[in-house]
Every structure is written in C-alpha cells, then in structure tokens.
C-alpha cells in the first residue's frame, strides 16, 4: 500500500488509504518492469512527459498510493476505442506538464485493467480520478472543456495543500524521464512494522505495532489513526458487499447492520453515503444504539482525517440529528 494506511511520516493529518476500494492482493505486487511512463501501445494522442505514467492493476500500489502521499495524483481511466479520450488524454497531459512535478497523471486502460475500473466503479469514460495520501477523489467524467479542467485541477491542489501533500515530484534529465520517483522518508521503526504487516496481510501483527507505538507514545497521532484504519480493515475483511447491504436495507434501525455498510463504504472511497448512513441511522435510534453509532462515527472521523472538507460537514449534520 502506502508506507502506512493512509499517511507518510512528517507529512501532516492521515487520511484514507484504498485497501480494501481495490484488491491488494493483486496490486501490492512490486511494479513490473518497464511499468513507468511513455504510453501503451495505442495511447490518447499526446506525448507522454516525464510526470505521465501508465499504471497497472500490479503497479498501482507501488506507483500511485505512495506517489500520493508526496503529490496528487490524477488518474485517467481510457481506452483505444474511446473518441473523447483522445480529446481529454491530451489536454490532462499538457496540465500536469504545467505544474512541473506537483501532480502527477497515471493513465489507467480499462480494458487491459479491468480489476481497478471495478475497484473505481468506473461506468463510463474517460472518467477522471485523483488520489490523494492514499484517499481516492471522485473528479469528473466526459470529456470537459478545458477551462472547466483547470478548475477541476486548481481545487485538487488546494485539497492536497489543506492534507499536506505539497511535494515535487523530481524530473530526471534525458531519457530517465520515466524513472521518476517521489522521494520517501523513513519511518518509524514500529510504524515501518505495521506497514510491512498489512503488506503481508497480518492485519494483527499491524494492530500490535500500533498498539505498541501508542503505549510507548501516547501522543503518536499517526499510530493512533492507523490503528483505527487497520481495524476498519480487519471488520471488513471477508465480509460480502451486497449482502450487508441487503441486511442493512431491511433492518434501517439496526446499528450494527448499518455501521458494517458505512465500515464498507469509506474503504470503498464513498465517505459522505458511509457519514449520511450513520447519521441517518442515529435519527431513528435511541439509547445504547444511539451511542454506539454516534461513538462509530466519530471513529471514521478520524479515519478519514479531520483536515477533509467532509467531516466537519457530517459533524454539523450529526450534531443536528443529535439535539
């Protein structure tokens, strides 16, 4: 994934990190050869510069979660056969070339990727993603007009700024363009744990290194949020989408039938349906259920980082439905 779930040592407030939205047992394979920059074969018209990559379902993680703890990264799902790409792939090119390393594109081809246009649900294209410290962004579909682009690229970059994320990404001189790579820092010792922990899968041995972060400092707000990540990820782990849903649907008042579709949900990237659902549920709750999921939802608070635009939203909405 990302050196931790959702967060890079030094870099500010965690935010969200997509185990769990794409399968990591496929794309936390190290990138393959070669998997960096210069556009597939039968690309959007437009020259590829040294800030455009080509991701894959096995490079993803490797390439663009860590990528995104140090810039944002915009994610352009196409295809060969797709006419409006060929408009939008160009001008997506010429935009992150103007920023000089401070964002970087990676272009997605749905047909040879089809494991992360279903991690995105991606039902159209082009579609336009951006991932930011690890937290996926819904941008826009369809070709737009360029203005209207600029736009859409000015505020993701004040969105990154407001998490922290303002590095450079460094352009290599000659045809090391596409070598390209943010530089990282390290982490903790106990941090690094974790994250070689959730990379194998150990999602207990992740909890006992926070675990063991927090009890030596109390204060690690970085090992105190990736602990409430990784346990979000361990109540979801196995569990069937479209069954908790069904459950959830029938049984509106039920607490832990909705917390599980809101668990699901902000894994999946879709944080305000995860906010509305829990709050909704605390309307037609009382009592202990109430309590319970009003303590829930403050929990993906902080899961999801208190600096994104969302949560102080939600906490307004919760507060209403409270009093």
Request: charged share 25%; glycine share 8%; hydrophobic share 45%.
């Amino acid at each position: 994934m990302t050196n931790q779930p959702g967060m890079r040592a030094g870099a500010g407030r965690p935010s969200l990190n997509l185990r769990g939205a794409v399968d990591l047992g496929a794309l936390a394979r190290p990138a393959a050869a070669g998997g960096r920059g210069g556009g597939a074969p039968g690309a959007p018209a437009g020259k590829p510069g040294a800030f455009v990559i080509d991701t894959t379902d096995g490079t993803f993680s490797n390439e663009v979660i860590n990528a995104s703890q140090t810039v944002p990264v915009v994610l352009d799902f196409w295809a060969t056969w797709c006419e409006p790409c060929k408009q939008l792939s160009p001008l997506l090119e010429s935009l992150v070339a103007e920023y000089g390393g401070r964002v970087l594109l990676a272009k997605i081809d749905v047909d040879a990727n089809p494991q992360l246009a279903q991690a995105f649900q991606v039902q159209s294209i082009p579609s336009v993603f951006a991932v930011v410290k690890g937290q996926p962004i819904p941008l826009f579909q369809g070709a737009q007009p360029e203005q209207q682009v600029r736009a859409v690229f000015d505020e993701l970059m004040r969105v990154a700024e407001a998490n922290g994320v303002t590095g450079r990404l460094a352009a290599p001189e000659g045809e090391g363009e596409e070598d390209a790579e943010p530089e990282e820092e390290p982490l903790p010792p106990l941090h690094q744990a974790a994250y070689d922990a959730i990379e194998q899968d150990d999602l207990d041995g992740a909890i006992a290194a926070y675990q063991q972060a927090l009890r030596e400092s109390p204060a690690d707000d970085l090992a105190r949020v990736g602990l409430a990540q990784v346990q979000l990820m361990k109540r979801t782990n196995g569990v069937d989408l479209t069954e908790a849903r069904a459950t959830a649907a029938a049984n509106p008042a039920d607490p832990e039938a909705q917390i599980v579709v809101a668990d699901l949900d902000v894994l999946g990237g879709h944080i305000e349906d995860a906010f509305a659902r829990l709050i909704d549920t605390v309307r037609v709750t009382t009592g202990e259920d109430r309590e319970k999921v009003r303590a829930h939802l403050v929990e993906l608070f902080e899961v999801v980082g208190r600096e994104d635009p969302r949560v102080p939203k939600a906490r307004i909405a919760l507060a209403n439905a409270l009093f």
